[in-house]
T-cell receptor
Framework: GQQVMQIPQYQHVQEGEDFTTYCNSS?????IQWYKQRPGGHPVFLIQ???SGEVKKQKRLTFQFGEAKKNSSLHITATQTTDVGTYFC??????????WGAGTKLIIKP | NAGVMQNPRHLVRRRGQEARLRCSPM?????VYWYRQLPEEGLKFMVY????????ESGMPKERFSAEFPKEGPSILRIQQVVRGDSAAYFC??????????????FGPGTRLTVL
């Protein structure tokens, strides 16, 4: 079946270091969405990418959608403690289905 | 505009009892999704509903689990004869449209079910 693979599962960084999570789909996506879930909280929508090769920025966060619309990445520059949480990608297929990645947990080392 | 409401926030049940989880979508949203999340794991899709219709229940166990979204009132996820393995956080999400628009899902705060 259709899958979205997300790596890594965990990433430990020192505060101030960069963080990146990657998603790869087995099929072409119509769009991809990114969500953040703080510890103990619920997923919150961050952004949606629709166009091939699209790049969007939100302050220190940069989101990319691949040319083939099969992969995406989220990059955080100079992480802060407020960035802690799990980041999920969710790819929308040609029909209504939203296929979720397993998430990447960002852990800031003390 | 109130967000997605879920209740109860925490639910404790003994093995064999029934659990009923409620979700009221955001105003104007007619699409509801239920997800299950085990501790330290990702979201697992369970079911997608529109008013009075189950669109996709491919992620929901065939036995003991059922979901509805009636014409009036909240969406209900029902788990009969709960077992310890049902302990998890259950999230509901809603969106405005599906087929014609690229709409994000808005999540409720979740119901944390504990089965003793």
């Amino acid at each position: 079946g259709q899958q979205v693979m997300q790596i890594p599962q965990y990433q430990h960084v020192q505060e101030g270091e960069d963080f990146t999570t990657y998603c790869n789909s087995s099929t072409t996506l119509s769009n991809i969405q990114w969500y953040k879930q703080r510890p103990g909280g619920h997923p919150v929508f961050l952004i949606q990418l629709v166009k091939s090769g699209e790049v969007k920025k939100q302050k220190r966060l940069t989101f990319q959608f691949g040319e083939a619309k099969k992969n995406s990445s989220l990059h955080i520059t100079a992480t802060q403690t407020t960035d802690v949480g799990t980041y999920f990608c969710a790819g929308k297929t040609s029909n209504y289905q939203l296929i979720w990645g397993a998430g990447t947990k960002l852990i800031i080392k003390p | 505009n109130a967000g997605v409401m879920q209740n109860p926030r925490h639910l404790v049940r003994r093995r064999g009892q029934e659990a009923r989880l409620r979700c009221s979508p955001m105003k104007g949203h007619s699409h509801v999704y239920w997800y299950r999340q085990l501790p330290e794991e990702g979201l697992k899709f369970m079911v997608y509903l529109q008013k009075e219709n189950i669109i996709d229940e491919s992620g929901m166990p065939k036995e003991r689990f059922s979901a509805e979204f009636p014409k009036e009132g909240p969406s209900i996820l029902r788990i009969q004869q709960v077992v310890r393995g049902d302990s998890a956080a259950y999230f509901c999400a809603s969106s405005r449209e599906e087929l014609l628009s690229y709409n994000e899902q808005f999540f409720g705060p979740g119901t944390r079910l504990t089965v003793l």
